[in-house]
């Protein structure tokens, strides 16, 4: 099997079986049927179209981005995106805003890119479920209760780290006003030595003058 055709067979299965663990993605599945998604991610040759069904069909697309452009109809969408940015197209509420930033290119209905967003972003899997289903109820609850303490622990560091944060930059408001009164202090600690210096050489001045007198009058 070439490699296009198995990439394209594996993502269909993945696909195909994520969707399968979640009841309800059925209805959300239904609102697809018919339509198109066509994807193309910027820089690389990986052009994908996504038909929708009952089932998820997932095709290699042979066409360049604007001859696909031509040809939609009004059951199809077609999008351009960098590998970077592709992650963010699971959250619809994004798709706008990606749109308005220039970091993705819609076109044709942008209600079946939305759709086929919330395909996947509205999956609801119970995954401790799905894993007792090979190593038994007890060893499952036993690994997904491990991991939600390690999840809650985890939460914990990061919250702390950000109180901490939170903490040294209030006590740098703080010491920063500190700060500027020594400055303050040492500037008219400077302006008193110079008054000083001054007077030191008035009085210098006058013993000299003094001094003068008083040899004249020797």
């Known amino acids: 099997m070439p490699a296009q055709a198995l990439f394209t067979a594996t993502l269909e299965t993945a696909m195909n079986q994520l969707l399968s663990l979640d009841e309800d993605s059925d209805d959300r599945l239904r609102q697809l049927a018919g339509k198109t998604l066509i994807v193309y991610i910027a820089d690389t040759p990986i052009a994908l179209r996504l038909v929708f069904a009952d089932n998820v069909n997932v095709l290699a697309e042979q066409s360049t981005f604007s001859e696909t452009v031509k040809a939609l109809d009004k059951q199809s969408c077609c999008i351009q995106v960098s590998l970077d940015v592709l992650p963010q197209l699971k959250q619809s509420s994004r798709l706008t805003a990606l749109i308005q930033e220039g970091k993705l290119t819609v076109e044709g ?110």
Request: glycine letters at 4%; charged letters at 20%.
């Open 109 to 218: 209905e942008l209600a079946v890119a939305q759709q086929a967003s919330g395909l996947f972003q509205g999956l609801s899997i119970d995954w401790e479920e799905v894993v007792s289903q090979y190593t038994g109820d007890v060893v499952a609850h036993t690994l997904f209760a491990s991991a939600n303490r390690v999840h809650q622990t985890m939460l914990s560091v990061v919250n702390n780290a950000k109180a901490g944060l939170g903490n040294a930059l209030t006590e740098e408001k703080q010491i920063a006003a500190p700060a500027l009164a020594v400055t303050h202090f040492c500037d008219q600690v400077s302006d008193l030595r110079d008054d000083v210096e001054r007077l030191q050489a008035k009085l210098n001045k006058l013993e000299a003058i003094l001094l003068v007198k008083q040899e004249k009058t020797q």
